[in-house]
């Protein structure tokens, strides 16, 4: 079993920055893909960023060139840094960890955590 608690959301102006951290207890990460969801209020949850066991990341094309994964397995977590916020990246934010593929699909995921809320006012 593997446990993830996502920290860092919080309220930010538009054009701000926030970082997400994902702290995993259980296993060791480095064996995961790790992944960014997101679910606005009364939307689904959607793909955000993901990172392979190698370091091959993926991004959603909205938040490409703004927001950057990064796995640090030596501390068993995974970062999510979030540059150039819109009000459009309101939502909860969820970390995953999962042995399967596509990166993008919810499907590829075993662990999940309980997320984080991110605001982001304009």
């Known amino acids: 079993q593997v446990q993830l608690v996502e920290s860092g959301g919080g309220l930010v102006q538009a054009g701000g920055s926030l970082r997400l951290s994902c702290a995993a207890s259980?296993?060791?990460?480095?064996?995961?893909?790790m992944a960014w969801f997101r679910q606005a209020s009364g939307k689904e949850r959607e793909f955000v960023a993901a990172?392979?066991?190698?370091?091959?990341?993926n991004y959603a094309d909205s938040v490409k060139g703004r927001f950057t994964i990064a796995r640090d397995n030596a501390k068993n977590t995974v970062d999510l840094r979030m540059n150039s916020l819109k009000p459009d990246d309101t939502a909860v934010y969820y970390c995953?960890?999962?042995?399967?593929?596509?990166?993008?699909?919810?499907?590829?995921?075993?662990?999940w955590g309980q997320g984080t809320q991110v605001t982001v006012s304009s």
């Open positions: 995953a960890a999962g042995r399967s593929y596509p990166l993008h699909q919810q499907r590829a995921y075993d662990y």
């Open positions: 259980g296993r060791t990460l480095s064996t995961y893909a």
């Open positions: 990172v392979t066991v190698g370091g091959y990341t």
